[in-house]
């Protein structure tokens, strides 16, 4: 009864001690959205990243978003490339938007994924495109980092959800559901 009590005592104890640490569980994730859209409702279609958590190396705690977007909306955008901006969702808006998958990101990973989207940000001259570098090329840009199997059909290149949707049944091993 004894030896019975002590392997509990000692089992506690090592919880109590994982729990005060705290480092094993920070982590960040990343879930990928997608926006509907409306043009009547003033709002294209958008695909972003939200990056949440705790980074393990220094306890930061992470809560951001990131998406790519023309910076001014025009019929200009129709005719190549213009000026380009990244750009945060609100909160609420992130809350009515389509998340598609999330994964666990390392430490190394999250600021692999900063580097490029400050890369894509501070790219020099017009670099947002419609048909080549638009909010779904940046997001795939991310994925390619999570070595995540991505490709962009001519049919999707202004669909988010339905490209979004396209990379879940590429990659099955995220073990997510195509979004209706």
């Excluded at 729990?19 to 294209?44: C, P, T």
């Excluded at 490709?151 to 490209?163: Q, V």
Aim: charged share 20%; net charge negative.
């Amino acid at each position: 009864m004894i030896n019975h009590l002590t392997r509990l005592t000692s089992l506690c104890l090592a919880l109590i001690a994982l729990m005060w640490s705290g480092g094993a569980w920070a982590q960040v994730q990343i879930h990928f959205h997608s926006f509907n859209g409306s043009v009547l409702m003033g709002r294209y279609p958008h695909t972003f990243i939200v990056l949440e958590g705790t980074l393990e190396e220094t306890g930061e705690v992470v809560n951001e978003n990131y998406g790519f977007s023309a910076r001014t909306i025009s019929t200009r955008i129709l005719s190549g490339p213009v000026e380009h901006v990244v750009v945060a969702e609100s909160e609420k808006q992130v809350r009515r938007t389509n998340r598609h998958f999330t994964l666990t990101l390392t430490d190394a990973q999250y600021h692999q994924i900063i580097a490029e989207v400050r890369a894509w940000e501070n790219a020099p001259g017009k670099y947002y495109d419609l048909d080549e570098r638009n909010c779904i090329h940046f997001v795939g840009a991310m994925a390619q980092i999570l070595e995540l199997k991505v490709d962009y059909p001519d049919n999707m290149l202004r669909r988010p959800k339905k490209w979004l949707n396209h990379i879940t049944e590429l990659n099955p091993q995220l073990g997510a559901e195509p979004v209706r």
